[in-house]
């Protein structure tokens, strides 16, 4: 079992910038590759963005490419999301997921989930 928690969400103004984190447990969390995905009010999970085990790839939904970075750092068992130039459209509640092969942007493919993170943004 991997138990993911994540931290970081709040409520931010249009233009603005938030830095997720997810603290896994119970496995060996470099042998996983994972991801984030969100949840905004009345729509499906979305992938948003996902690394490899060593942190050597990276993936990114088109919609957020160019304004959010994963990375990862396996002596904390940590993996973060900093997210900038944040919009409303990304309101939503952040999820973390691991995953013990390669990333993918399925949610169906990821093994364990954290609880999430209320992320909004303000116009």
């Known amino acids: 079992q991997v138990q993911l928690v994540e931290s970081g969400g709040g409520l931010v103004q249009a233009g603005g910038s938030l830095r997720l984190s997810c603290v896994a447990s119970g496995r060996t969390f470099s042998n996983y590759a994972m991801g984030w995905f969100r949840q905004a009010p009345g729509k499906d999970r979305e992938f948003v963005a996902a690394i490899s085990q060593t942190g050597g790839s990276t993936y990114y939904a088109d919609s957020v490419k160019a304004r959010f970075t994963i990375s990862r750092d396996n002596a904390k068992n940590t993996v973060y999301l900093q997210m900038n130039s944040l919009k409303p459209e990304d309101t939503a509640v952040y999820y973390c997921?691991?995953?013990?092969?390669?990333?993918?942007?399925?949610?169906?493919?990821?093994?364990?989930w954290g609880q999430g993170t209320q992320v909004t943004v303000s116009s």
């Open positions: 997921a691991a995953r013990r092969y390669t990333y993918s942007r399925s949610t169906q493919a990821y093994d364990y």
